[in-house]
C-alpha cells in the first residue's frame, strides 16, 4: 500500500469519526479504532470474571495477543478461539507477582514458572514462527514453548499439504523422513515444493508447525524492539522445552475415535517418538547449534492436565466456560 492511499483511508476514517465525534484512538501501526484496548478488554474481562486485581495483567497480555503478527485480534471473539484459551489460562504471568506461580510437569520433572510472553517470534525461514505461549521458570533457567490447539485438527486434517521449496531439503534428510513415515505420510520427491502426503485424513499443518517451532528453538528469537524481554529471557535460559497443549474435548464428544485423539497420536508417533532425531536433521540442516538443551516433550500436554496440577489455578467463569 502507498503512502497516498494510506492517506486516503486515513481521511475517510477521520470523517467517519467525526461524524459521530467520537474520540481519537490509534493502534500501534497508527491505524484508527474504535475502542481503545481497555474499553475492548473489559468486554472479556466481564464475560469471564476477571478480577480487578488482574486488570493491567489480562489488559497487557490481551494487546501482546491480538496485536502481534498472527492478527488474532481477527479470531479472539470465536467462542472456539484458539487464541483466547491459553490467553484466559496464562495472563496471570504476563505481568509477574510475588506468589503467582503455576507448576507443570515437563522435562522430567516438575518446574514452577512466574512469566509468560504470547506469540513469541522465532527465526524459521523467511517469516518467523510464532508460539502461542512462552512460559519462563523461577530461576530462568528453563522455558517452556507451548503451541495451543483447540479446534484445529477438526478443521485441517488432510490427505496432503504443500510448503515452499525451501523446507524440501530439510524434510528431505533421514531423520525427518523416518519419522513421518511413522505414520504412513510421504515427501513428493519429483515436486520443487515440499508435499506431504498421507495415507489418511491427518493434521498435516500441526506437525509441521511443530518442525517449524524447533526450527525457531534452534536459530533463537526474532530480533525485534518490541521483543527484548524475551530476547533477554532466551539468552540467559539454559534449557529449552516444547511442547504442544490440547483441550481435550472427550467429556464433550461421545466418539473415542475423533480428530482429537488422532492427532494426539499423531504427534506422540512422528515428534514425540522421534523428536531427536527431527533435532538433529534441523541442526545438521540450519548448520547451527545453539548450545542449550532442547527437550521436546514425548506426548502433548492438555489444559485438563495443568488445571489438574493447579486446582485454583483458573478463575471461576474461565473454568466453568471450558469445563476444566
Known amino acids: 500500500m502507498?503512502?497516498?492511499?494510506?492517506?486516503?483511508?486515513?481521511k475517510i476514517a477521520e470523517h467517519f469519526r467525526n461524524s459521530l465525534k467520537f474520540p481519537i484512538v490509534l493502534s500501534k501501526s497508527g491505524a484508527?479504532?474504535?475502542f481503545d484496548n481497555?474499553?475492548?478488554?473489559?468486554?472479556?474481562?466481564?464475560?469471564?470474571?476477571?478480577?480487578?486485581?488482574?486488570?493491567?495483567?489480562f489488559n497487557a497480555a490481551f494487546q501482546a495477543v491480538t496485536e502481534g503478527?498472527?492478527?488474532?485480534?481477527?479470531?479472539?471473539?470465536?467462542?472456539?478461539?484458539?487464541a483466547l484459551l491459553p490467553l484466559l489460562v496464562f495472563y496471570k504471568l504476563y505481568i509477574p507477582k510475588e506468589g503467582i506461580s503455576i507448576t507443570l510437569k515437563v522435562g522430567g520433572e516438575t518446574k514452577k514458572f512466574t512469566r509468560?510472553?504470547?506469540?513469541?517470534?522465532?527465526?524459521?525461514?523467511?517469516?518467523?514462527s510464532c508460539v502461542d505461549v512462552a512460559l519462563i521458570s523461577s530461576d530462568g533457567k528453563t522455558i517452556l514453548f507451548l503451541e495451543s490447539k483447540l479446534s484445529e485438527m477438526f478443521e485441517d486434517a488432510s490427505t496432503e499439504k504443500e510448503y515452499g521449496s525451501s523446507y524440501k531439503d530439510l524434510y528431505m534428510q533421514s531423520g525427518i523422513r523416518s519419522a513421518l513415515k511413522n505414520r504412513k505420510i510421504t515427501i513428493v520427491e519429483e515436486a520443487t515444493n515440499l508435499i506431504l502426503k498421507s495415507e489418511q485424513p491427518q493434521y498435516l499443518e500441526g506437525i509441521k508447525q511443530s518442525i517449524s517451532h524447533l526450527i525457531g528453538l534452534v536459530k533463537g528469537p526474532q530480533d525485534t524492539q518490541d521483543q527484548s524481554e524475551y530476547i533477554n529471557a532466551y539468552n540467559h535460559a539454559e534449557r529449552l522445552i516444547y511442547a504442544p497443549i490440547l483441550y481435550d474435548p472427550t467429556h464433550i464428544l461421545s466418539e473415542h475415535d475423533?480428530?482429537?485423539?488422532?492427532?494426539?497420536?499423531?504427534?506422540?508417533d512422528i515428534i514425540?517418538?522421534?523428536?531427536?532425531?527431527?533435532l538433529e536433521a534441523i541442526k545438521n540442516w540450519a548448520k547451527k547449534s545453539n548450545g542449550k538443551k532442547i527437550v521436546?516433550?514425548?506426548?502433548?500436554?492438555?489444559?485438563?492436565?495443568?488445571?489438574?496440577?493447579?486446582?485454583?489455578?483458573?478463575?471461576?467463569?474461565?473454568?466453568?466456560f471450558y469445563g476444566l
Do not use: M
Open 32 to 34: 484508527e479504532l474504535l
Open 38 to 57: 481497555d474499553s475492548f478488554t473489559a468486554l472479556f474481562r466481564e464475560r469471564f470474571g476477571v478480577s480487578s486485581e488482574n486488570k493491567e495483567a
Open 258 to 268: 475423533n480428530e482429537y485423539s488422532n492427532y494426539h497420536s499423531l504427534y506422540c
Open 2 to 10: 502507498t503512502n497516498t492511499q494510506k492517506d486516503k483511508i486515513k
Open 69 to 82: 503478527v498472527g492478527q488474532e485480534i481477527t479470531k479472539i471473539n470465536s467462542v472456539v478461539s484458539s
Open 296 to 320: 521436546i516433550e514425548q506426548s502433548p500436554l492438555t489444559y485438563q492436565k495443568l488445571t489438574q496440577e493447579n486446582p485454583d489455578w483458573l478463575d471461576d467463569r474461565v473454568k466453568t
Open 116 to 128: 509468560s510472553f504470547f506469540e513469541v517470534r522465532n527465526k524459521v525461514i523467511g517469516r518467523p
Open 272 to 278: 514425540g517418538a522421534h523428536g531427536n532425531d527431527v
